[in-house]
């Protein structure tokens, strides 16, 4: 199972600025990052997104992660886009990924309680169903809590075992449990610079911060489904399409430092990405196997 969106990884990336400063990191020579690809199935064509909410979200909650899911693949919103931002998957070999939202399952009476494990999230997004290319994606609100949640991780993916196999992936809500961690740069960080926090898009911390890590954890499902796609590092913990490329969301980012995206003048707002119904998103950097570079749409 793949940790994406690392909070651990976050940390380091800031307190590591922190101890050394912007002038001395400018110093260090990058190296090149390469996601090694381990000539695995990847999920291409048509992929069919299921949702099981678990726990209570808002009409208004569910509408803007739908509405992100839907974007992801409508060429009709305007410059720079979320379908734009999608359509590098296209590189990682044989071609597009075209995302479809599939069935939308209601769990608000907390079924398996408040505090769920590994094996309750492959159980509930079992309940997605299979539908050949395909991914269920787990999404637990504010009030539930998840084992390694804000401790190790702010999301997952990864894939049943057996003679049905399918991929799975899960975000939880943090706007109560560890926004500084999980829904940064939305919410001050709990360590690091700690530079003004930037204006939720879509006006809700926890769930615009759900998006961050919804980008991220289905990027990885597409391009790294069955853990033998694209990633550098150790199978177990791999850097992936967006978890390589973790708190960088525009052009002169750095740790501790979103870069410079786009600002709604009359709310505020920060986002990078238009979607469909007018929504706009913070959408986080993806690694180009082109450029073999985290790739930002501003």
């Known amino acids: 199972m793949a940790s994406n969106y690392s909070s651990d990884t976050l940390l380091f990336l800031l307190c590591s600025f922190s101890f050394f400063g912007a002038s001395m990191a400018a110093l260090v020579q990058e190296q090149p990052l390469v996601l090694k690809y381990h000539n695995g199935a990847l999920l291409k064509g048509t992929v069919t997104v299921s949702l099981i909410w678990y726990g209570k979200f808002t009409p208004i909650q569910r509408s803007i992660i739908v509405d992100f899911l839907q974007s992801l693949s409508s060429p009709k919103s305007p410059s720079p886009s979320a379908a734009s931002w999608w359509k590098t998957t296209e590189k990682y070999e044989t071609g597009a990924s075209t995302l479809i939202l599939g069935k939308q ?103 615009d911060g759900m998006i961050i890590n919804v980008a991220t954890v289905l990027a990885g499902t597409i391009t790294n489904p069955f853990n033998n796609g694209y990633f550098q590092g150790p199978a177990t913990a791999p850097l992936e399409a967006v978890s390589a490329c973790t708190g960088m969301f525009g052009s002169g980012s750095y740790p501790g430092y979103p870069g410079q995206v786009l600002v709604d003048k009359s709310t505020g707002a920060s986002y990078n990405a238009h979607g469909v119904h007018g929504r706009r998103f913070l959408l986080p950097a993806m690694w180009d196997p082109t450029k073999s570079a985290c790739s930002t749409l501003v």
């Open 105 to 207: 399952i209601l769990d608000e009476n907390y079924s398996l309680g408040k505090s769920l494990k590994n094996s309750h999230i492959v159980y509930l997004a079992a309940k997605g169903g299979y539908t050949g290319r395909s991914v269920n994606l787990v999404l637990t609100a504010k009030d539930v809590f998840v084992e390694g949640f804000c401790m190790s991780r702010c999301g997952t993916h990864g894939s049943s075992r057996g003679k049905i196999r399918f991929a799975y992936a899960w975000v939880g809500n943090s706007e109560t449990q560890c926004p500084g961690q999980c829904a940064w740069p939305f919410h001050q960080p709990i360590y690091g610079p700690q530079t003004p926090p930037l204006v939720a898009p879509n006006g809700d911390v926890g769930v």
